[in-house]
């Protein structure tokens, strides 16, 4: 959607390139890049002046040196600054000496309060506690189902009674005492920030549970005007943590940023699925270069590791670095691919993909053409694509619903794909030993670097130096 | 942190993904090359460009499956009080009107102090034009949400303009500003459409999760019941826990129909058994609720077109596509925007919690951009504060 950072970068890097030191106009140019990309990530824009400010301040006279490449080092300062800004504190959950811990649950409406608070619920229940939830929200038509049938799929009791929000808080509370309850979270109805009644409400609930935590919900999607929300509420009820919510979306995030500069308190959740249990911990590294639109390789990788059945991938890329990777592995490997949702979600988080490619709208369905091709292939066609002559494709053809140019295309590209992946083989051996290693032990430096260059992308890994990849589409795309 | 083992996977990823990407690029290299060269066209089609399989045969599927929705439906059919084709907007705010105080976007985003407002006096103060005016300008359209790639377009022209001499004092750059943004939103027919011939007519609701879709489907399900429009509400949201029973709550209270299915159900059929059971009961409006979802779960998105093309199917006419968007989203509701759209045809935007502090310039671009009108702006949580969209009111909203 937006151009990362990188790519915002790489015009200007061009021409900075032979300069031994970046001058006033240089910087001034590469600042309003990173200006626009931390705007269209909604980081705030009072935020944004303060980044820019600061790093600024470090990319002045800041020596081009020959080794680096100038975007990189940008981009190194960016992306560590904003490292910095968002992690700092961990929130660290200590439990209240006097059972039970009162957690409040505080947001706008459809932030994801409810959701949050069940997750929260379960999240607590799996570090050994024994989590109830009450249900203050007795404002939008049904909350207090919604949170029962939470509470039903994961085993925590809900407590709440019609009436008085705060009243309902309070009676939750002595029940919680009576359960023998360690961990009591409230959930409370969505408001608005400028509302002074609902406000005060809240205020009151506060008052009367004594929260040791109150969190607010943030929507991984809010844009400029999350700081206010969470600077009024930050001020009515003195929040410890924030919780991001729907931070599966493609949304960059910058909210975070904003709300976490704004009220000085650490992201301590992050909810990153519809499915219960998906919520974490929050990872600062990660939501920087997510911000910054460059990619989220850890993300990435869990992802993969939830889908691929690993044996077989290790076995499928192993093979492939020693250039024994069939169109069957291929074939095999998509289905597992397919899994992972969306291609162009999967592009988005890969670094220093070319634009081309991102651009390109890749859909299942031209996966399907390719699958098509393969399955209408024989085994031995399959294994070894050389035997496929004319009489042989237009079969293929015919098989596929596709034209024999199509198939002549994918043998094609697989071959040179397979040339390449030789070659990245070559960077499997173990250093220094010489001889046959283990292909699966790789220098991951170089082996990052080399994806980079596949790729054509510059910059595009943040706090890799070194990655000269040349602008451009390999010559895989020519 | 990087094991060798997931090192190799990421390898695998990025072969696959560079695999499958190079074929796209080839391809759709060559269908633009196809056109101008007389090479023999591609019988395999780029499906990039091809929307969502519609069905467009209003009588052709069976009447059956309307047995457990007619139980479902508790309330007596009103007589139909329209006849003929209309807007009905205009006309709900007018009998809004008559009864309650109607919302304005003026008083209600007046609530809050507007960020417009303190801008313009800072910039009237200067007395001139100069750096400072344009920086404040450009914060103050930023801070509303309308994105730096709009805003860029917005005050391109007036920098030019004063340059040239056109625009000599901040009250003139104020103002042509106001006009530019005028002037961004000019769709004419912001009204929902109800077809009496091609009754049930049908509006789906779609939107990412938490804008208050459901809510909005019970305002305006209020509104319409008010105007004597006989009213079903279809529970799509087979998913979020207890959304059938939310929307239950809104249709008891403005007594219109309600069909619901089992929870985690296929919401493709709820909405086929509520235009099905509309249909059977002479009803005028099937008011198609849909779970939230995030515009970029391909699977879910799948199951929306789904919705959509089977309620073509139906014994009905889908009409309007709305797609409900919070107020507070930044510049992710451009892909909000687009995303639905290439799903489900979207014919509008409702606009929820207006009332709040944000001001929602995200439609700026989603109506620009993507060519989509905003219809509806939700200004508070009664069920007269959802209201038609009127660009100039809204516009001077944020300027005064």
Known sequence: ?478 | MFESSTINIVLLISVLVLASGGIVLVRSRRSKAASTSPVAPLTTTTPSSTAPDRYVDDEGSSSAATGSAGAAAESETLEPAKSDDSVVGDEAEQVVEETVEPATVKERAGRTRSLFASAFQSIRGRGSIDAGTWEELEETLLRADIGIGLTMRLLDPLRAAAKAGTIGTPDDAINALREAMTAQLTTTDRGLHLDADKKPNVWLFVGVNGVGKTTTIGKIGTAQAALGTTVLMAAGDTFRAAAAEQLLVWAERCGAAYVRGAEGGDPASVIFDGIQSASAKGIDLVLGDTAGRLQNKSNLMEELKKVRRVADKAEGTVNEVLLVIDATTGQNGLSQAREFAAATDVTGVVLTKLDGSAKGGIVFAIETDLGIPVKLVGLGEGAHDLVVFDPAEYVSALFE
């Not at chain 1, 608005?192 to 609902?198: F, H, K, Q, V």
């Open chain 1, 1 to 478: 959607m937006f151009d990362s950072l990188g790519d915002r970068l790489q015009g200007i890097v061009k021409r900075l390139k032979g300069k031994g030191r970046l001058t006033e106009a240089d910087v001034d140019e590469v600042m309003s890049e990173i200006r626009t990309a931390l705007l269209e990530a909604d980081v705030n824009i009072g935020v944004v002046r303060d980044v820019v400010a600061r790093i600024r301040e470090q990319a002045i006279g800041a020596t081009v040196s020959e080794a680096l490449d100038p975007s990189q080092q940008i981009i190194k300062i960016v992306n560590a600054e904003l490292v910095a800004m968002l992690g700092g504190e961990t929130l660290k959950i200590t439990y209240a000496s006097q059972p039970p811990t009162v957690v409040l649950m505080a947001g706008l409406q459809g932030s994801g309060k409810t959701t949050s608070a069940a997750k929260l619920a379960r999240w607590f229940k799996s570090q050994g506690r024994q989590p109830i939830l009450i249900g203050a929200d007795l404002q939008r038509p049904a909350a207090v189902e919604q949170l029962r049938t939470l509470g039903n799929q994961i085993s925590v009791p809900v407590f709440s009674e019609p009436g008085d929000p705060v009243a309902t808080a309070r009676r939750g509370l002595e029940e919680a005492k009576r359960l023998g309850k360690d961990v009591v979270i409230v959930d409370t109805a969505g408001r608005l920030a400028i509302d002074e009644e609902m406000m005060r409400q809240v205020a009151d609930i506060s008052t009367t549970v004594k929260p040791n935590y109150t969190f607010l919900v943030v929507d991984a999607m809010t844009g400029q005007d999350a700081v206010s929300v969470a600077d009024a509420f930050h001020q009515r009820l003195s929040i410890d943590g924030v919780i991001l919510s729907k931070l599966d979306g493609d949304a960059r995030g910058g909210a975070a940023l904003s709300v976490k500069t704004v009220i000085g308190r650490p992201i301590a959740f992050a909810a990153t699925g519809e499915k219960i249990d998906a919520f974490e911990q929050f990872h600062p590294d990660r939501m920087a270069g997510r911000i910054l639109g460059m990619g989220d390789m850890l993300t990435l990788i869990e992802q993969a590791e939830k889908v691929f059945e690993q044996d077989k991938a290790e076995e499928a890329a192993q093979r492939m670095l020693e250039g024994q990777f069939t169109l069957e592995d291929f074939l095999e490997q998509l289905q597992q691919l397919k899994k992972m949702g969306p291609l162009s979600g999967i592009m988005g988080m890969l670094p220093g993909m070319p634009k081309e490619m991102k651009n390109a709208q890749i859909g299942d369905d031209q996966v399907k053409v390719t699958e098509a091709i393969i399955r209408s292939m024989t085994l031995e066609e399959r294994r070894d694509p050389s035997i496929i002559n004319g009489s042989r494709r237009s079969r293929i053809a015919k098989g596929s619903g596709t034209e024999v140019a199509d198939i002549n295309r994918l043998v094609k590209q697989f071959t040179e794909m397979q040339k390449m992946m030789k070659k990245m083989g070559g960077l499997a051996k173990p250093q220094g030993k010489g001889g046959k290693g283990k292909p699966g032990k790789i220098n991951k430096r170089q082996a990052m670097q080399q994806l980079g260059d596949m790729f054509g992308g510059q910059g595009g890994i943040p706090g890799l130096p070194g990655a000269d990849g040349s602008p451009g589409l390999p010559p895989f795309f020519k």
